[in-house]
């Protein structure tokens, strides 16, 4: 296991880290965003469709748990879950995501304690508020399984 804490100073960065991570992912990545309402997890996600060309937008999925972001650029398609309203795994299962993840980049919102069972490499990004002023906020970010090992996030 590996992680790091990135401090994130405004949206446009939480952007931009999305698009940095974007260039390190693969198809079968699967990420689990968790942090609170307006923590910035949706904000995340659209910068790591920005990076992966997939087609938009990319919002905040109220009534639809999942939707698949597909490449515009012959890369993995993005699919973007919202786990908030799913009662347990056997419901994240009824998706039918596992059928698709190893051909995707997955990013759930509100997954932990649930996302887990669909891989067992994750990428963990927990995002809270910073103890700096406005509208900073925290991602510690943890990689978990051989996939991410060797994560070198901090640079460039
Ligand atoms: N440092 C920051 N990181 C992420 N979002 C920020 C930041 N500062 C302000 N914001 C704002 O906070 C809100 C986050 O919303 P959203 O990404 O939808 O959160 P979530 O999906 O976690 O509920 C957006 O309006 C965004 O512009
Ligand atoms: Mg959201």
Redesign the pocket.
């Known amino acids: 296991m590996k992680e790091i804490t990135v401090v994130?100073?405004?949206?446009e960065?939480?952007r931009e880290l999305g698009l940095r991570l974007a260039g390190l992912l693969q198809p079968g990545d699967l990420l689990v965003?968790t942090?609170?309402?307006?923590?910035?997890?949706?904000?995340?996600?659209?910068g790591i469709g920005e990076g992966l060309k997939v087609r938009g937008p990319i919002t905040?999925p109220t009534f639809v748990i999942a939707r698949v972001h597909p490449s515009l650029a012959g890369g993995p398609p993005l699919v973007h879950v919202d786990a908030y309203r799913l009662g347990g795994f056997a419901e994240l299962d009824d998706l039918d995501l596992d059928a698709s993840v190893d051909e995707s980049v997955t990013v759930v919102?509100w997954g932990e304690g649930l996302a887990e069972g669909l891989a067992e490499d994750r990428l963990e990004m927990i995002?809270s508020r910073?103890d700096g002023p406005?509208?900073?906020?925290r991602v510690r970010i943890v990689g978990v399984g051989d996939r991410w090992a060797d994560l070198e996030l901090d640079r460039g």
């Open positions: 994130v100073p405004t949206a960065d939480m965003l942090g609170g309402l307006g923590a910035g997890k949706t904000t995340l996600t659209q905040s919102e995002i910073g406005g509208e900073e906020r």
